[in-house]
């Protein structure tokens, strides 16, 4: 379907107001992950909604916002323990009764202060590990004098678009470096091919999960025997036996 | 607590979440003119509008962790809330009671099925469906304003489903034109 024409069809007005139906609703969510436009137009309609109930909006008296703080703030209040009858205490029992809360509270803030360092720690571990792991593959890819290297530049669909292959010529490792890629939308996914004589060979997919959160420096691809050229497309999700998408970067060996 | 201050809706949700005070103080002093008028646009009468405002905001405060920013605005989420909580009034037996005691019986003309077209005053959204043509405005009031479904409009003005559905889609492209 047309991105415009479904933006000018009514149903972000209708999913905005509460009018659409469950099927209306994750059509629209997923069309907004997929098409910022068609998220722009959500929220530039929230947002004039806002608007629009702000210039009519309506003060209420003092005494209703008293009222109404009270309600709500005791509404969410954990219902107070039932007081237990008032006993005779002389100081000591009061003494004793004080150390106790000072004691449980100290045992409290022990607890939490060594499950903080405990999960610091492991942070700390596992973001060296990431950096040893980063610091090898430099290595692998600079001071290996096996490596070529084929600097991928952008074509017609994404001219900024830029990767690297790095390929040891003795261990026939094949090894991308993603400078930048647009994210792929949720049904396609990048493919390398190596291209040797003209003709195309599946060096693998790029996982999607890759273009959200933590990335890997290098990522290891399929091994080549030879090839004199890499490229990428965007393919259906699993990728294809022979490109048939959009080529995004090239370059020569 | 500074009245300086000013949160970005994240902020707000996160301290909200959190059950901090100061920040419901903020979000009744930023949002309870604009919800009022939400309510106003469904309920004509003041009293019951601060009732329900009362009940908007209870919603509001225990119900914070089922908002999800992903789907839209804060503004977005409490006007839903605040709409469900009118629209529920508007039809709970009480209210009816109430209203059927002071009733004027002379509204005849906007009786459509037996399904009498509301008497509200005509403020925020309300107002601007006095733009729309008669057709459209039938429609969005019966949805929007009174919670309709689409099937039961439908039955109760005898028009195709199918016709119902478009009807009301291009009838919100009109209204969303109108409040730009």
């Keep these: 379907m047309n991105v415009q024409e479904y933006i000018s069809s009514g149903i972000i007005e209708s999913y905005v107001l509460g009018l659409a139906s469950a099927e209306e609703r994750s059509e629209l969510e997923s069309m907004c992950e997929q098409y910022p436009e068609v998220l722009q137009a959500r929220i530039a309609f929230e947002i004039s909604l806002e608007q629009q109930a702000v210039q009519n909006a309506i003060q209420q008296p003092a005494a209703i916002k008293e009222k109404i703080m009270t309600t709500v703030i005791g509404s969410a209040k954990v219902v107070p323990i039932k007081s237990t009858?008032?006993?005779?205490?002389?100081?000591?029992?009061?003494?004793?009764?004080?150390?106790?809360?000072?004691?449980?509270?100290?045992?409290?803030?022990?607890?939490?202060?060594?499950?903080?360092?405990?999960?610091?720690?492991?942070?700390?571990?596992?973001?060296?590990?990431?950096?040893?792991?980063?610091e090898e593959q430099i290595r692998m890819i600079t001071q290996n004098p096996n490596i070529k290297m084929a600097a991928m530049k952008g074509m017609d669909p994404s001219p900024a678009s830029f990767a690297t292959v790095y390929w040891d010529t003795?261990?026939?490792?094949?090894?991308?470096?993603?400078?930048?890629?647009?994210?792929?939308?949720?049904?396609?996914?990048?493919?390398?091919?190596?291209?040797?004589?003209?003709?195309p060979v599946d060096m693998g997919m790029i996982k999607n999960e890759f273009f959200i959160g933590q990335k890997e420096l290098l990522l290891k691809m399929k091994n080549a025997s030879a090839a004199q050229a890499f490229a990428i497309t965007l393919e259906t999700k699993g990728g294809n036996p022979e490109p048939k998408g959009d080529m995004y970067v090239m370059g020569k060996l | 607590m500074n009245p300086g201050i000013k949160y970005s809706e994240q902020e707000l949700v996160a301290l909200l979440q959190q059950r901090n005070e100061s920040s419901f103080n903020y979000l009744y002093d930023n949002y309870s003119g604009s919800l009022s008028a939400v309510i106003h646009a469904i309920i004509p009468d003041q009293e019951t509008v601060r009732d329900v405002?009362?009940?908007?905001?209870?919603?509001?405060?225990?119900?914070?962790?089922?908002?999800?920013?992903?789907?839209?605005?804060?503004?977005?989420?409490?006007?839903?809330?605040?709409?469900?909580?009118?629209?529920?009034?508007?039809?709970?037996?009480?209210?009816?009671?109430?209203?059927?005691?002071?009733?004027?019986?002379?509204?005849?003309?906007?009786?459509?099925?037996?399904?009498?077209?509301?008497?509200?005053?005509?403020v925020g959204l309300k107002k601007v469906l006095t733009k729309l043509k008669e057709e459209h405005r039938v429609l969005i009031d019966l949805s929007y304003f009174q919670g309709y479904t689409h099937e039961e409009i439908s039955k109760v003005l005898s028009i195709p489903l199918g016709t119902v559905k478009t009807r009301i889609r291009s009838a919100l492209t009109h209204l969303r034109t109108m409040i730009q």
């Design chain 1, 85 to 134: 009858p008032v006993v005779k205490m002389n100081w000591l029992k009061y003494a004793v009764a004080a150390s106790l809360v000072l004691l449980a509270g100290s045992l409290y803030w022990n607890i939490s202060l060594y499950n903080r360092n405990k999960q610091l720690k492991n942070d700390y571990a596992n973001t060296v590990v990431k950096m040893d792991n980063m």
């Design chain 1, 170 to 199: 003795t261990s026939k490792d094949v090894y991308l470096l993603v400078n930048n890629l647009p994210k792929p939308p949720g049904d396609k996914q990048y493919q390398l091919w190596a291209l040797l004589d003209g003709r």
């Design chain 2, 53 to 122: 405002l009362q009940e908007v905001f209870v919603n509001i405060w225990k119900k914070i962790e089922l908002y999800d920013p992903s789907k839209g605005r804060l503004f977005t989420w409490m006007m839903n809330v605040a709409r469900n909580a009118a629209i529920d009034k508007i039809r709970s037996r009480g209210y009816q009671d109430t209203k059927k005691n002071l009733s004027v019986p002379d509204n005849a003309d906007n009786a459509i099925g037996g399904v009498s077209v509301q008497q509200t005053v005509d």
